[in-house]
């Protein structure tokens, strides 16, 4: 049986997770969860962010399911850089899958887009570019300083990505990759995007390929949304065209997120792509949504899709029946969820 | 008098900026304007792309008004980096002004958000950053090629359009300064480019400040595009939600926009942001609209600020007495507009 890693984190992450756990248990009982202390608190109480000793007890788990870590009061790249951003370089999660859907039952912000009329999944690279941490600075602090960011692209790193999007898309009904970059202005590394695309489509020749620059991408998602399968992006614009992608089919607040190792070598994480929001923390505000679906994901990962396919259909039941803005209970809707997973 | 050069340059362009240059005329007459061939269509017919004598030559003009450059058929990146970015690079164009407005009369594709309810600047930096060109790749079509791609950013060019945003924010009503980046990931230019923000911050205490990471701008600017006045960014982010802040405001159809030398050192340059459109193109269907208002930027940078007064008040009526979806003339609009800017 599958053992996972649980970062609850901090504030509604607890709550959310609380909910994520429930449905998977629902769904395929007896998985082994270990919960881990790492976040803010952790952080606050004894100045660690991920000690070595804890990645390595969570590399022995089959996943790691992650609520949100942070608060106000952490210096900004604390816990990015040493926590989340560490876990995907470690873990080489080189996969950063991020679906958007329009639920039904959901009103979008877009006036001409119905639900059920955005059905896309964007695959972000998510161990080079410039995530890389390749940078630095002269002259700090004076009117000379100059500051630097490299993007690194290698061929391994970006192949290895378009093929993973490639074959999800080869699984789905539209078969269409979109690559977005921005080749006329970031000339090397989108030349070797494009190339590494390219001879990756030339395997796939039952999937329609097209490439739209990083602005026009941006832009597209907002006046239609609907043309786009699988997206496939380096790292920074991955990160950007996901926000609008989750603002566009209702929020972050339903948004869910992978980072995958696809070979399994090491454990995937997942997290609903909402923060830690300390405002409604404690309160049983929060809606577990993202949560869920990104355990879905999880699911999905661990080679049960099965269980995965009825916790989606889950959030759509739950999604459809709600009434736009009337008040959620986070354990209500993960007990409805649990309770529809398994009818 | 003030000396005008004009691209006109492909597709749409001479369609576009021949409505300008009426509006221009209208409100000043006696601009003197000499025409430059440039863009695809030379660069089809002799090769050359920007020949130096030319440079020279538009540096003897106050200021540059651009139509649309290039066609499918040109490589990416030929026109980019030798025309668009060279003219913003050798002019040291600093600022790349792009306002956005939900005008009166035009159907934005949000449903909560009304006309008149968004009016905001992205001041995006011009000079620096990943456009700088600095990258590299070793290995090509090999396994084991490595591509780079180098932002930099110096204090002196954060600093100095920083603080024009502030200047510009102070001239406004709600005097209210976004700096979006990625401190959380681009640690090193993000630091430079938020102590430089400080810095200027302490001259301006009238100014409202606020920071957001550029994946949260992009959402805000979907769910939220009322919340902004002036955004001031990097080259690359603004590229980004430069053209987000269009498609939430009607499109690129109606973005203007402005590369400016704010000391006018050397000429600053005006160009509607949307292309050649050359499936459109001669048949007189083309919007001017956005090069109308690029015109009324060129106005108020030359210190005609009552000119360009009257040309962005023409456009406000122009577009409040459109039926959406009603085809439209481009020579009509065009002496609509010159009718209106002189009333
Ligand atoms: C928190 C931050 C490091 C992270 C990123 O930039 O990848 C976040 O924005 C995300 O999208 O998961
Ligand atoms: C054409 C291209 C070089 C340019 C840019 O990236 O700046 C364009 O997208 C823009 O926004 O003006």
């Known amino acids: 049986m599958a053992r996972i890693a649980v970062v609850a984190g901090d504030g509604i992450g607890p709550e959310v997770v609380g909910q994520a756990r429930k449905v998977i248990d629902a769904v395929l009982p007896g998985v082994e969860a270990t919960e881990y202390d790492l976040g803010a608190a952790r952080y606050h109480r004894t100045g660690e962010v991920l000690p070595d000793s804890v990645l390595d007890e969570l590399a022995g788990h089959d996943a790691i399911l992650l609520g949100a870590v942070g608060d106000p009061t952490v210096p900004p790249g604390v816990l990015e850089r040493g926590l989340l951003l560490k876990l995907?370089?470690?873990?080489?999660?080189?996969?950063?899958?991020?679906p958007s859907r329009l639920w039904p039952g959901v009103a979008g912000p877009l006036a001409a887009v119905k639900p059920g009329e955005v059905d896309l999944v964007v695959?972000?690279?998510?161990?080079?570019?410039?995530?890389?941490?390749?940078g630095g600075s002269l002259h700090r602090d004076t009117p000379a300083e100059v500051a630097t960011e490299e993007s690194l692209n290698t061929r391994h790193g970006v192949e290895r990505v378009i093929r993973d999007a490639f074959a999800r898309a080869r699984r789905r009904e539209r078969r269409k990759v979109t690559l977005v970059h921005k080749t006329n202005v970031l000339t090397h590394a989108g030349s070797l995007w494009a190339r590494a695309f390219a001879a990756v489509a030339a395997d796939f020749p039952d999937v329609t390929t097209e490439y739209q620059h990083v602005d026009a991408a941006a832009m597209f998602l907002v006046t239609n949304p609907s043309r786009y399968d699988v997206v496939v992006t380096d790292n920074l614009f991955g990160d950007i065209l996901t926000d609008i992608a989750a603002a566009v089919t209702g929020g972050i607040g339903l948004a869910a997120s992978g980072c995958i190792n696809p070979e399994g070598r090491y454990p995937s994480m997942f997290e609903p792509v909402h923060g830690s929001a300390?405002?409604?923390?404690?309160?049983?505000?929060?809606?577990?949504?993202?949560?869920?679906?990104?355990?879905?994901?999880?699911?999905?990962?661990?080679?049960?899709?099965?269980?995965?396919?009825?916790?989606?259909?889950?959030?759509?039941?739950?999604?459809?029946?709600?009434?736009?803005?009337?008040?959620?209970?986070?354990?209500?809707?993960?007990?409805?969820?649990?309770?529809?997973?398994?009818?």
């Open 88 to 98: 995907r370089f470690a873990f080489d999660q080189y996969v950063n899958l991020r």
């Open 123 to 134: 695959v972000r690279e998510g161990t080079e570019g410039l995530y890389a941490g390749a």
């Open 278 to 343: 300390p405002d409604i923390a404690g309160r049983g505000l929060a809606d577990p949504v993202a949560a869920v679906l990104s355990a879905a994901l999880l699911l999905d990962q661990l080679g049960h899709a099965d269980a995965a396919a009825r916790v989606t259909a889950a959030v759509a039941t739950e999604l459809a029946g709600r009434t736009p803005g009337a008040p959620l209970r986070t354990e209500e809707v993960g007990d409805r969820l649990a309770g529809h997973a398994v009818a």
